[in-house]
């Protein structure tokens, strides 16, 4: 196994598993968007740049709800996470996120 790989998958349990190489690509340009600082976490700020960006402003409320749905920060693998939760409790809006960007 390379070096590299073990640290993007220590707090997944090979949470890209569950996604194509498409998807998991697909989720890498969003978050790359939506880190709008690009120090590799997204937070209220990003968030609310992100969303002004693409003509739908969010409040701080928000922005600090959506935040507040990780345990700790949001860097690449979390965001992955919580989309692969979103998914598996039958909601659409990670692929809404997604689509918003391919648009």
Do not use: W
């Not at 209220?44 to 700790?72: C, H, T, W, Y």
């Amino acid at each position: 196994m390379p070096k590299g790989s073990k640290k993007a998958k220590k707090s997944g349990s090979n949470i890209f598993a569950l996604f194509s190489q498409k998807q998991i690509q697909e989720f890498k340009e969003a978050f790359g968007i939506i880190d709008v600082d690009k120090d590799g976490i997204i937070t209220q700020n990003d968030l609310k740049a992100a969303f002004a960006a693409i003509g739908r402003p969010v409040s701080d409320a928000e922005a600090n709800n959506m935040v507040g749905e990780a345990p700790g920060p949001i860097n690449f693998t979390q965001m992955v996470t919580l989309f692969a939760e979103k998914m598996a409790g039958g909601t659409d809006d990670d692929d809404v996120i997604v689509r918003s960007f391919e648009a």
